[in-house]
Protein backbone atom coordinates (compact mmCIF):
# COMPACT_ATOMS: atom_id res chain seq x y z
CA UNK A 1 0.00 0.00 0.00
CA UNK A 2 0.88 3.09 -0.92
CA UNK A 3 0.55 6.88 1.06
CA UNK A 4 -0.72 9.67 -0.80
CA UNK A 5 1.58 12.74 -0.98
CA UNK A 6 0.29 15.19 -3.08
CA UNK A 7 -3.36 16.50 -4.25
CA UNK A 8 -4.48 15.84 -7.41
CA UNK A 9 -5.19 18.52 -9.50
CA UNK A 10 -9.00 19.99 -10.24
CA UNK A 11 -8.49 19.12 -14.06
CA UNK A 12 -7.19 15.28 -12.79
CA UNK A 13 -10.04 14.24 -10.77
CA UNK A 14 -12.85 14.32 -12.63
CA UNK A 15 -16.27 16.00 -13.45
CA UNK A 16 -19.74 16.16 -12.27
CA UNK A 17 -22.45 15.96 -14.23
CA UNK A 18 -25.97 16.90 -13.18
CA UNK A 19 -28.51 15.27 -15.46
CA UNK A 20 -30.89 17.40 -17.62
CA UNK A 21 -34.07 15.68 -15.70
CA UNK A 22 -32.74 17.47 -12.18
CA UNK A 23 -31.99 20.79 -13.84
CA UNK A 24 -35.64 20.78 -14.69
CA UNK A 25 -36.81 19.52 -11.30
CA UNK A 26 -34.60 22.83 -10.02
CA UNK A 27 -36.67 25.15 -12.63
CA UNK A 28 -40.07 23.40 -12.47
CA UNK A 29 -39.91 24.31 -8.59
CA UNK A 30 -38.05 27.88 -8.95
CA UNK A 31 -41.14 28.45 -11.71
CA UNK A 32 -43.48 27.63 -8.76
CA UNK A 33 -41.73 29.52 -5.96
CA UNK A 34 -41.62 33.00 -8.86
CA UNK A 35 -44.93 32.65 -9.65
CA UNK A 36 -47.75 35.16 -7.48
CA UNK A 37 -50.34 33.07 -6.59
CA UNK A 38 -51.02 29.62 -8.55
CA UNK A 39 -54.80 29.07 -9.07
CA UNK A 40 -56.00 26.42 -6.99
CA UNK A 41 -57.02 24.02 -9.77
CA UNK A 42 -54.13 24.70 -11.56
CA UNK A 43 -51.10 21.73 -12.45
CA UNK A 44 -47.89 22.77 -11.45
CA UNK A 45 -45.59 24.31 -13.62
CA UNK A 46 -43.06 22.01 -15.64
CA UNK A 47 -40.13 22.86 -17.33
CA UNK A 48 -37.69 20.88 -20.20
CA UNK A 49 -34.13 20.79 -20.20
CA UNK A 50 -31.06 21.12 -22.85
CA UNK A 51 -27.68 21.09 -21.11
CA UNK A 52 -24.83 21.87 -23.41
CA UNK A 53 -21.40 21.84 -21.20
CA UNK A 54 -22.15 24.89 -18.71
CA UNK A 55 -25.37 26.08 -19.99
CA UNK A 56 -28.81 25.43 -19.76
CA UNK A 57 -31.41 26.19 -22.20
CA UNK A 58 -35.15 26.15 -20.18
CA UNK A 59 -38.57 26.03 -21.21
CA UNK A 60 -41.10 26.26 -18.42
CA UNK A 61 -44.89 25.69 -18.96
CA UNK A 62 -47.17 26.85 -16.19
CA UNK A 63 -50.82 28.25 -15.72
CA UNK A 64 -51.74 31.26 -14.08
CA UNK A 65 -54.64 33.16 -12.42
CA UNK A 66 -56.60 35.50 -14.11
CA UNK A 67 -56.50 38.71 -14.01
CA UNK A 68 -53.27 39.08 -13.23
CA UNK A 69 -49.86 41.37 -15.14
CA UNK A 70 -49.21 38.00 -16.74
CA UNK A 71 -46.06 39.80 -18.06
CA UNK A 72 -44.47 40.61 -14.73
CA UNK A 73 -44.86 36.99 -13.53
CA UNK A 74 -43.35 35.49 -16.97
CA UNK A 75 -39.96 38.01 -16.10
CA UNK A 76 -40.52 37.17 -12.55
CA UNK A 77 -39.81 33.35 -13.42
CA UNK A 78 -37.40 33.90 -16.20
CA UNK A 79 -35.42 35.67 -13.48
CA UNK A 80 -35.80 33.25 -10.34
CA UNK A 81 -35.59 30.33 -12.64
CA UNK A 82 -32.39 31.81 -13.97
CA UNK A 83 -31.09 32.56 -10.70
CA UNK A 84 -31.72 28.90 -8.87
CA UNK A 85 -30.35 26.87 -11.80
CA UNK A 86 -26.86 29.05 -11.73
CA UNK A 87 -27.25 28.79 -7.62
CA UNK A 88 -27.83 25.00 -7.33
CA UNK A 89 -26.74 23.46 -10.29
CA UNK A 90 -23.82 26.46 -10.89
CA UNK A 91 -24.71 26.32 -15.12
CA UNK A 92 -25.45 29.50 -16.97
CA UNK A 93 -28.61 30.11 -18.20
CA UNK A 94 -28.86 32.14 -21.34
CA UNK A 95 -32.25 31.38 -22.16
CA UNK A 96 -35.67 30.38 -19.58
CA UNK A 97 -38.86 30.47 -22.43
CA UNK A 98 -42.21 30.59 -20.14
CA UNK A 99 -45.34 29.41 -22.40
CA UNK A 100 -48.59 29.99 -20.19
CA UNK A 101 -50.62 27.67 -20.76
CA UNK A 102 -54.04 28.15 -18.99
CA UNK A 103 -55.19 31.49 -17.06
CA UNK A 104 -57.87 29.88 -14.35
CA UNK A 105 -60.17 33.36 -13.85
CA UNK A 106 -60.88 34.61 -10.49
CA UNK A 107 -63.94 33.07 -8.46
CA UNK A 108 -64.44 30.31 -11.60
CA UNK A 109 -63.57 27.39 -9.05
CA UNK A 110 -65.77 29.27 -6.15
CA UNK A 111 -67.93 29.62 -8.75
CA UNK A 112 -67.93 25.59 -10.12
CA UNK A 113 -67.57 24.51 -6.45
CA UNK A 114 -70.94 26.48 -5.62
CA UNK A 115 -72.87 24.92 -8.71
CA UNK A 116 -71.91 21.36 -6.96
CA UNK A 117 -73.89 22.13 -3.95
Known amino acids: MTAVTGRVAAAERGETRIADRVV ?8 KEAVDESPADGASPR ?8 AARVRVSLELGYP ?3 GRQCGAVRRRVAQRVKALAGMEVPEVAVQ ?3 LHPAGASAAAQGRLR
Open 24 to 31: AKIAAQAA
Open 47 to 54: ATVTVHRD
Open 68 to 70: SDI
Open 100 to 102: VER
